[in-house]
């Protein structure tokens, strides 16, 4: 994945406007997230067949196809 092809997000927020878009379908998580946030987004994204990787000392949230809108 090329980094022209990653969003970045500055929240929680962002990232999840970003991924519910369909637009975009790399997020990279450009804050300092906790371990809180992160199981949070893990379980809300991964459960609709998102995945998360660890890249370039930060995380990047990944969706194939289109995901279905989320409502939070």
Do not use: T
């Amino acid at each position: 994945m090329a980094d022209d092809n990653v969003s970045v997000a500055h929240s929680y927020n962002e990232a999840c406007e970003l991924l519910r878009s369909g637009f975009v379908k790399h997020v990279r998580l450009g804050w300092n997230v906790g371990s809180d946030e992160f199981f949070r987004i893990a379980s809300d994204w991964c459960d609709a067949g998102a995945k998360i990787k660890r890249r370039d000392n930060g995380f990047v949230i990944s969706v194939k196809g289109f995901p279905v809108p989320r409502q939070h």
